[in-house]
């Protein structure tokens, strides 16, 4: 996996702007209870990937934390909205 470059993020964030807005003027059109975002950090050995959720983490203002299958991961609420980082340990299956 990669993060966007800075194009692709002002993308994204034009994205969203517009998804909020198409879903607050056609109320007939359903929205999710929990929407979540996810960012993986880029691939590589463990202990770099947690790095990068450390990071991610202290941006976020939020304490890092391990899932019950072994996922490092790192949580911040927009109200319902979740956005959640998270580092997959390498041969782990990405559903777990």
């Known amino acids: ?9 002002a993308e ?3 994205g969203f702007r517009g998804l909020a807005d198409y879903l607050e003027s056609s109320p007939e059109v359903p929205a999710p209870s929990y929407p979540a975002v996810y960012a993986f950090p880029p691939d590589g050995d463990w ?5 990068e959720i450390e990071a991610i983490a202290a941006s976020l203002g939020v304490a890092p934390g391990i899932t019950g299958g072994g996922h490092f991961i790192a949580v911040r609420y927009f109200g ?3 956005y959640r980082a998270v580092a997959i340990p390498p041969g782990s299956e990405r559903g777990e």
Do not use: Q
């Open 80 to 82: 319902p909205v979740e």
């Open 12 to 14: 994204v964030i034009r």
């Open 1 to 9: 996996m990669t993060y966007a470059n800075s194009a692709e993020r």
């Open 47 to 51: 202990a770099r990937m947690c790095d």
